[in-house]
Nanobody, 124 residues
């Protein structure tokens, strides 16, 4: 498993932007596919975006396509998510996760390491 620490959350107005970062503890970071999930109050955690080990392939939930961009820097052991055109319904705790055994991972059960989460609040 790998230890993950998210940062970059905060309060932003609708239409604004935030960039989330997730730092990983292991030198073998490039052996993990990475993903972002979110959990809004009273709702189940849901998939947001995923990226392959090399960063060459990405996948997004329909509700964030063309607004969010996932990327990674394997030299820095970090995965990012640029969030633009934020909406109040994007308000949630955002979690990054690491998956050791899949290419593009969309299911929670494919991930074996999770960060503590970072709060994103979008005001209307």
């Amino acid at each position: 498993q790998v230890q993950l620490v998210e940062s970059g959350g905060g309060l932003v107005q609708a239409g604004g932007s935030l960039r989330l970062s997730c730092g990983a503890s292991r030198r073998t970071f490039n052996e993990y596919a990475m993903g972002w999930f979110r959990q809004a109050p009273g709702k189940e955690r849901e998939f947001v975006a995923a990226i392959s080990r090399s960063g060459g392939s990405t996948y997004y939930a329909d509700f964030v396509k063309d607004r969010f961009t996932i990327s990674r820097d394997n030299a820095k052991n970090t995965v990012y998510m640029q969030m633009n055109s934020l909406k109040p319904e994007d308000t949630a705790v955002y979690y990054c996760a690491a998956a050791p055994a899949c290419f593009i991972c969309r299911g929670e059960n494919e991930y074996d390491s999770w960060g503590q989460g970072t709060q994103v609040t979008v005001s209307s």
